[in-house]
């Protein structure tokens, strides 16, 4: 149980372009959902908290409106990184907890989107 | 600050040879503390939750322990699949539910 889908696998766009970047919660439902980022053999950064029906809470440092994230539905959490730029280049991973469960119970993450901006 | 220090960062092992990573984390209210692996391309896989001081968890070569300052994963007799970075995380106190993650040790054992 406690399946994080991620979609694409990987991504190369052109600079300027946007991509969007989903994260499916397979079976159950996920009310809030964490977006990560990671740099090449650097440990994942939380980016932002995506919550189901309201706006997502940025970290500190991180441009919202640079990366929106949508929660429409307790199934699916969407990034989209706008006007991606080659410094945007990264490994995105998104995360969510089983319900039902205690907020301190593990997160179980997706296999991660590869963006490579050019 | 929270914050969450792993050490070493890479660590070479022949296959069957023993060895602790060492997790040292500073946290207002520590609500848990996790270890996951992670494969190169591949999203972080759960390994163990620890709670509490003195709290320990085991799977098959795998042990992890915690401390009111640090917690360790023991790795016995590894195998060459037990080749990966090793991470670990830690939530602080408060609802939020966010995890806040060591820089990892990547771990390669040579058969």
């Known amino acids: 149980g406690a399946v994080v889908s991620q979609h694409p696998s990987r991504v190369i766009c052109k600079s300027g372009t946007s991509v969007k970047i989903e994260c499916r919660s397979l079976?159950?439902?996920?009310?809030?959902m964490f977006w990560y980022r990671q740099f090449p053999k650097q440990s994942l950064m939380l980016m932002a908290t995506?919550?189901?029906?309201?706006?997502?809470?940025?970290e500190q440092g991180v441009e919202k409106d640079k990366f929106l994230i949508n929660h429409a539905s307790l199934t699916l959490s969407t990034l989209t990184v706008t006007s991606a730029h080659p410094e945007d280049s990264s490994f995105y991973i998104c995360?969510?907890?089983?319900?039902?469960?205690?907020?301190?119970?593990?997160?179980?993450f997706g296999n991660g989107t590869r963006l490579t901006v050019t | 600050e929270d914050q969450v220090t792993q050490s070493p960062e890479a660590l070479r092992l022949q296959e069957g040879e023993s060895s602790s990573l060492n997790c040292s984390y500073t946290v207002s209210g520590l609500r848990g503390l996790f270890w996951y692996r992670q494969d190169p391309g591949k999203g972080p896989e759960f390994l163990f939750t620890l709670y509490s001081a003195g709290e320990e968890k085991e799977k098959e070569r795998l042990k992890a322990t915690l401390t009111k300052k640090e917690s360790f994963l023991h790795i016995t007799a590894p195998k060459p699949e037990d080749s990966a970075t090793y991470l670990c995380?830690?939530?602080?106190?408060?609802?939020?539910?966010?995890?806040?993650f060591g820089q990892g040790t990547t771990l390669q054992v040579k058969p």
């Open positions: 079976d159950f439902q996920a009310t809030t």
């Open positions: 995360s969510a907890r089983a319900p039902g469960r205690a907020y301190n119970s593990p997160l179980h």
């Open positions: 995380a830690v939530q602080a106190g408060g609802n939020t539910g966010k995890l806040i």
């Open positions: 995506s919550n189901e029906g309201s706006k997502a809470t940025y």
